[in-house]
């Protein structure tokens, strides 16, 4: 007697090829990462009339490996870590290797006697080695190293530092010891920032850079047999050459808190040759003046008999007279020889910063400063106080001379605005922000002094 079964002939048709692909699917799951026995595709009528599972998807193609330049490596296990870490290999030759122990190759070479070396193992005697292993990057170094010993050294960075730092030592020293000069003409064409905050106008004068910075060495020039490297170079110039060709980044902020000596004579004298320039700091200058000494000197006049002052400015021409004419005089040589600047800072110089947007009458013409022409280039101009108000208890009046050294500054950005009108780039003018207790002091005083 046959046995009745409950399921139908179809039933058990979709359950033997449900069990068969379920079987399939596990054994490609568990195989070497090979997927590659696909299953016949089948439309959704039949696979509903049918009763038959949705194929199982593909699994995702294992991502192709690529170098660090984004091209295909060689087929095979990637290299060992230690292959690809080491700039050099450890089989290398010992001549092209740098050590770091004083030899080179089986030439081992002591320090002469009397000179400065730190103990070896010391963490100088580390900076020194990493630096000079890595000099070719760590050569950089030179116009971080001169801001921070100008700023921080108390008897200040001088001429002698400088020279060694930037030229080397000198003609005599290197023939002492058979070495040729150095090519003046290239040994600094990477230098581009020269920071003298803090040293100029007290271990440095104007006139002791100009000498080092122009014509403070010669040139090498070869012999008239010598052949040339190669025939596009410039030919080699027979007189003083310039140490720094390619400075373009200059501060000669000053201490304000000491006796600086500067003079915008000089300052003008100098940048004849600094046209290059395009980030210059001045802050804490005193006000532009030809004749700084002579602000109090009077003399008599022989036709009238009247006392006159003797200098461009006197001592009540800002105060009183409202007359800034020989500080916009000095400022306008200034722009026309530094047309190349893109930031000015003033820091400091709050006292006569009305200076840059006043007009003067003389000689049958206004004068006045040319943000359009001379500095049309300057985006960033900073009217910084330098003694902003950090504490809420400062005095009442600090707060508001600090408040109107802030209108001065805005003065001064609008004007500028104004002067360009569309034809010169944006200006930023960077100043002082007062704090939320400050501006209620000067408010409240605003109140106190306004016409009831």
């Known amino acids: 007697m046959l046995k009745h079964h409950d399921r139908s002939v179809n039933e058990l048709l979709a359950n033997l090829r449900r069990s068969t692909l379920n079987s399939h699917s596990a054994r490609a799951a568990s195989s070497s990462g090979f997927s590659a026995v696909a299953t016949p595709s089948v439309s959704p ?23 660090p330049s984004g091209r295909r490596p060689p087929p095979g296990p990637p290299p060992p870590r230690s292959w690809v870490t080491l700039s050099q290999s450890r089989h290398a030759a010992p001549s092209s290797r740098p050590r770091d122990d004083g030899t080179h190759g089986h030439t081992k070479y002591w320090s002469m006697p009397g000179a400065y070396a730190p103990a070896k193992g010391s963490l100088v005697d580390l900076v020194l080695r990493r630096i000079a292993l890595d000099w070719a990057r760590q050569r950089r170094l030179r116009s971080a190293l001169l801001a921070h010993v100008s700023e921080m ?26 070495l040729e000069p150095l090519d003046m003409n290239t040994i600094n064409s990477d230098f581009f920032y020269l920071d003298l905050t803090g040293s100029f106008g007290r271990s440095l004068t104007m006139k002791k850079l100009h000498e080092l910075l122009f014509g403070s060495r010669k040139a090498t020039v070869p012999a008239d047999d010598a ?25 000669l902020a000053i201490d304000p808190s000491s006796t600086p000596s500067v003079s915008w004579k000089q300052l003008l004298s100098v940048a004849r040759k600094l046209t290059q320039l395009t980030e210059l700091s001045l802050a804490y200058w005193p006000e532009p003046s030809l004749t700084p000494n002579a602000k109090f000197a009077k003399i008599t006049s022989p036709t009238t008999g009247r006392s006159v002052q003797y200098g461009g400015t006197g001592l009540y021409s800002h105060s009183l007279d409202g007359d800034w004419t020989e500080a916009i005089l000095v400022l306008k040589r ?30 049958f013409r206004v004068d006045f400063v040319d943000w359009v022409g001379d500095w049309g280039k300057i985006t960033r101009l900073r009217l910084n106080s330098g003694c902003a108000i950090t504490t809420d208890d400062a005095p009442n009046s600090e707060v508001l001379l600090s408040s109107e050294w802030i209108e001065e500054a805005t003065a001064v950005e609008k004007h500028i605005r104004a002067q360009r009108a569309g034809r010169g780039r944006f200006i930023t003018v960077e100043r002082d922000v007062l704090s939320e207790t400050a501006q209620a002091i000067v408010e409240g005083e605003m109140v106190i002094n306004s016409p009831h």
């Open 45 to 67: 009528a039949l696979r509903q009339l049918f009763q038959l599972p949705e194929a199982p998807a593909p699994p995702p193609r294992r991502p192709q490996r690529r170098d």
């Open 153 to 178: 050294y108390g008897p200040g960075l001088s001429i002698a530092d400088l020279q060694l730092v930037l030229s080397g030592p000198l003609e005599c020293e290197l023939s002492e010891y058979g």
């Open 334 to 363: 200034l722009g026309r020889l530094l047309y190349s600047l893109e930031y000015l800072d003033l820091t400091g110089c709050s006292d006569w910063v009305r200076a840059l947007r006043e007009q003067s009458d003389g000689e």
């Open 227 to 251: 052949v040339q490297d190669s025939w596009d170079l410039p030919a080699p110039r027979t007189g003083p050459v310039d140490l720094l060709p390619n400075l373009t980044h200059l501060s």
